[in-house]
Every structure is written in C-alpha cells, then in structure tokens.
T-cell receptor, first 114, second 113 residues
Framework: GNSVTQMEGPVTLSEEAFLTINCTYT??????LFWYVQYPGEGLQLLLK?????DKGSNKGFEATYRKETTSFHLEKGSVQVSDSAVYFC?????????????FGTGTLLAVQP | GAGVSQSPRYKVAKRGQDVALRCDPI?????LFWYQQALGQGPEFLTY????????KSGLPSDRFFAERPEGSVSTLKIQRTQQEDSAVYLC???????????FGPGTRLTVL
C-alpha cells in the first residue's frame, strides 16, 4: 500500500544551521508529495508541494525536490530560525484512487535554539 | 469564516460516554475530510464527504464511529461508548474540491479516562 517514512526526531539545531529532514515514500503510480508544518498550538499548514518527478517545491526558505528514482522528498533549509521550531510532516496523495486522502508520515519535531 | 473551525478544542470523556465533535469548514468548500492523530503519530484518514454525501468511510476504526454532514456544510463526528484507545486529536480539513489543497482546522483533543 501507499506509505510515507520520515526520519525520527527530535532534531535539535542552532540558529542559522542547515536543516535536512529525510522523507521516503512507497506508492503505486505517481503521487503528489507534500510537506505540512504544525506550529505549537496551531493546526496543520501546507508548507510546500510537488506534483511530478523532478519538481521542486519551495516556500519560506524551505525546499524539497521530488525524486522518483530514490522515492524521496527530503526537506531542506539553508539557515533555520528559532521561529521554524515545529513538527514537520511529509505526506502524499495518490490521485486517481478511491479518495484523494492525505497519507502522512509520523512527523519530525524540529527544535531550533538561539 | 476565515478558516476551518472545530469545537470543542478539548474534550474529556469517561469511558463509555458518547461524544460529538463539530467541524465548520471554509464556506463554499465541497470536500470535507476527518483525520485521527494519535500521540506522536501522523494524522490518519477516517472519512470523506463531498457535499452531504459520505463517499468514503473506510478509515473509521469501528462501528462506534459515525460521521454526518446533513446540509453539506457543518460536519459532526460522533463516537459512541468511547474507549481509552479513542484518545487522540481529531482533525477536520476542507477543500474547494477533492483535488484541491486541504485546509486543516486546529483539531479537537479527546481524552478518554
């Protein structure tokens, strides 16, 4: 079946450090891939997405490239800020199935220290 | 409203009680999804509505879970005879259409004692 695996946290970084959160997926066909972010006390927000192979999604300094050959969608940011502290979820939708439901990974907690 | 709202934000129930969780989607959004997020896990799909029609309920964990959206706007997720394993955050999301971006509400945290 369709699934998402992402690196376990917590990930603790100092401000201005480089961030990578790994995400790999298993899916039939060609899913769309997403990163969602959940700030403390808030709901899930879409951070970025990519709909086909080699697409790069980017937003707020974060970026992720859809790699079909490695079935990956790793999240990166060149210089993190304290305000980036949150839980990050990798997810996919396999369009064309019964329902366009999101399938999420388990989430990665990022803590950025000043 | 400006976004998806859910109520109550927190609910504590004794085991065996029935609970009802409400979701107000963004006005005009046809599609509505319910997800369950256990502690330390990612959200998992429960059920999907297109307007008032419940098109997919494959994720509902048992027949104690029931969802409705009678007028195609507000939706209610009902859990009968709650069990401790029902403790989770219940998330509602709406989208303009099924293939569009899903916007999430803040969730309802249910604790069953």
């Amino acid at each position: 079946g369709n699934s998402v695996t992402q690196m376990e946290g917590p990930v603790t970084l100092s401000e201005e450090a480089f961030l990578t959160i790994n995400c790999t997926y298993t899916a039939t066909g060609y899913p769309s891939l997403f990163w969602y972010v959940q700030y403390p006390g808030e709901g899930l927000q879409l951070l970025l997405k990519a709909t086909k192979a080699d697409d790069k999604g980017s937003n707020k300094g974060f970026e992720a490239t859809y790699r079909k050959e490695t079935t990956s969608f790793h999240l990166e940011k060149g210089s993190v800020q304290v305000s980036d502290s949150a839980v990050y979820f990798c997810a996919l939708i396999r369009y064309g199935g019964a329902t366009n439901k999101l399938i999420f990974g388990t989430g990665t907690l990022l803590a950025v220290q000043p | 409203g400006a976004g998806v709202s859910q109520s109550p934000r927190y609910k504590v129930a004794k085991r065996g009680q029935d609970v009802a969780l409400r979701c107000d989607p963004i006005s005009g959004h046809v599609s509505l999804f319910w997800y369950q997020q256990a502690l330390g896990q990612g959200p998992e799909f429960l059920t999907y509505f297109q307007n008032e029609a419940q098109l997919d309920k494959s994720g509902l964990p048992s027949d104690r879970f029931f969802a409705e959206r009678p007028e195609g706007s507000v939706s209610t997720l009902k859990i009968q005879r709650t069990q401790q394993e029902d403790s989770a955050v219940y998330l509602c999301a709406s989208s303009l259409a099924e293939e569009n971006e899903q916007f999430f509400g803040p969730g309802t945290r249910l604790t069953v004692l």
